[in-house]
């Protein structure tokens, strides 16, 4: 459901195979599994078109990603994993987390807004979460928090670090060269330049 959601509003969109390429399975994997979704009324399915969450579907997959953060929020504060190991050990036992632990391990790390990507923790009452879109989106001018997924490959975020682009970081674009050309990024206070295939894959969270 997760990937569902989080393919919804995307260029791919929730289809099939987009939703297995996203969770590295077979497609079949993926349509047995969306039946099973569709028996207990959490998705709308018709075969070879997309797959859209009911309601009780979306607040469930929004459950689930807030339930996902705040346990990669606990795995890098309170136990001192590094933010892109966070990741991978929270889907271990994210599912078996019980609400009343979810919400004291909340209270426990003083309410925190985002996930140590970088990317906003939904709200319980209302699930709302703002637009990430990616970084090469944003026009000049234009200024925004860095949020980097889990997924992204290690030499990448490697190379992002050598820039200062960490989650969290705040930067302002300076220029953005035209026909896909690179932009020009102000990173803590220097200038810093990041071509369109990695700023596609780095995602923000404009502010004023």
């Excluded at 939904?122 to 879109?133: E, F, K, L």
């Amino acid at each position: 459901m997760k990937a569902i959601y989080r393919l919804s509003d995307t260029e791919a969109g929730a289809h099939t195979g987009a939703v297995a390429d996203r969770m590295g399975v077979a497609p079949a994997t993926v349509t047995a599994t969306v039946k099973r979704l569709a028996d207990r009324a959490l998705v709308d399915h018709t075969p070879y078109k997309e797959i859209a969450l009911t309601e009780t579907g979306r607040v469930a997959a929004v459950g689930a990603i807030r339930r996902h953060r705040i346990v990669e929020r606990f795995l890098a504060d309170m136990l001192g994993y590094a933010w892109n190991e966070a990741d991978r050990l929270a889907t271990a036992f994210e599912h078996e987390l019980p609400q009343e632990v979810e919400d004291r391990l909340f209270l426990a790390l003083h309410r925190p807004d985002s996930c140590p990507h970088g990317f906003p923790i939904p709200a319980r009452a209302t699930g709302d979460m703002p637009a990430m879109p990616p970084l090469y989106q944003l026009e000049v001018g234009e200024v925004a928090v860095v949020a980097v997924p889990g997924s992204t490959d290690p030499e990448i975020v490697e190379f992002l670090d050598t820039l200062g682009l960490r989650p969290g970081v705040t930067v302002e674009v300076k220029e953005k060269h035209p026909f896909d050309g690179p932009l020009v990024l102000r990173v803590d206070g220097k200038e810093r330049t990041l071509g369109s295939t990695v700023a596609n894959q780095v995602f923000v969270r404009k502010t004023a």
